[in-house]
């Protein structure tokens, strides 16, 4: 379904869907001319700049890294539920060839837990939106929580071809690099295509390049171009990665013309969620038996 930024405002992440005819986005800069970095090991700084790709063999054999590391996706996606955090999301578009005017979308959000331990989000900060000529799509919402911050588990890689490409050292992290693709798109369903490099100690995704497909079109009712992006990941307590940045500056061809995007999510405040009331059983005690009293002399 496709949705009007000019009759509904979505708290949400926004897609790239382009009405037919929607030319003109915005190309301001304004927080984004941060290179983008994460922290790893032992505070250790990186960012996009990477040594070459080196064909090399791994250190242990292809298929037990797969396995290896799927396995501590999964331990790392279960542990991620039980995670606070703070979400903030900035789009900004222009027209490729300059001189458009700026249209923005932001978005804060903090990602909490209820009294009863139920996970909810709550909007922080959403002033109006300037995007007038785009259109928001469930697909986008979907791409946010689960393509962007892409965890490739044991349970998900059925839906996967990974193939070794060899190894890259990204800063102080020495990693196996995969090339990721679907083997087959189920309508109505997302997924990721591209490559993920994965650190050669704690066996997790560490960085993540590529973009969310399928490409939609909805006939009539206009185009669903998805971005390429880079999403790295920083490592929180000593145990996982966690997703802390994603950017995308991409051209989307659209069949009316071409869209410059802008895209940056942020992802801090990481907290383990921590229960601190003690629930105590509501069934009855019976009373301790009462000792007679001794007899008279």
Not at 100 to 119: H, M, N, P, Q, W
Not at 229 to 245: A, L, S
């Amino acid at each position: 379904m496709t949705l009007s930024t000019r009759t509904r405002e979505w708290a949400g992440f926004v897609g790239l869907t382009v009405m037919a005819g929607a030319l003109l986005m915005s190309s301001a800069s304004t927080g984004l001319a941060h290179a983008e970095q994460a922290q790893g090991r032992e505070g250790v700084i990186w960012q996009r700049g990477e040594e070459p790709l080196r064909n090399e063999p791994p250190s242990i054999p292809v298929e037990e890294i797969i396995r290896q590391f799927a396995a501590r996706e999964a331990e790392f996606r279960k542990a991620r539920e039980n995670y606070t955090y703070t979400q903030t999301v900035l789009v900004q578009a222009s027209d490729p060839g300059g001189g458009g005017r700026v249209e923005e979308y932001r978005l804060t959000s903090d990602i909490l837990f209820t009294d009863a331990g139920k996970r909810f989000e709550k909007v922080t900060y959403a002033p109006p939106p300037t995007l007038q000529m785009i259109s928001l799509t469930r697909e986008d919402s979907e791409d946010l929580a689960n393509i962007q911050p892409f965890v490739l588990t044991t349970e998900d890689l059925p839906q996967y071809n990974l193939q070794y490409v060899g190894r890259q050292q990204v800063d102080e992290i020495s990693t196996y690099v995969f090339d990721v693709e679907p083997r087959r798109i189920e309508k109505g369903r997302r997924y990721f295509q591209g490559r993920i490099w994965v650190d050669d100690e704690d066996l997790q995704i560490v960085k993540t390049f590529g973009k969310a497909v399928p490409d939609l079109n909805h006939g009539k009712t206009g185009e669903n171009l998805f971005p390429r992006f880079t999403t790295y990941r920083e490592n929180i307590g000593g145990d996982y990665w966690f997703p802390t940045y994603t950017r995308a500056d991409d051209l989307l061809n659209f069949s009316t013309g071409s869209v410059r995007i802008r895209m940056t999510v942020r992802y801090t405040n990481y907290k383990q969620y921590k229960v601190t009331t003690r629930i105590l059983s509501s069934a009855p005690v019976d009373p301790p038996p009462v000792k007679p009293p001794d007899p008279l002399l």
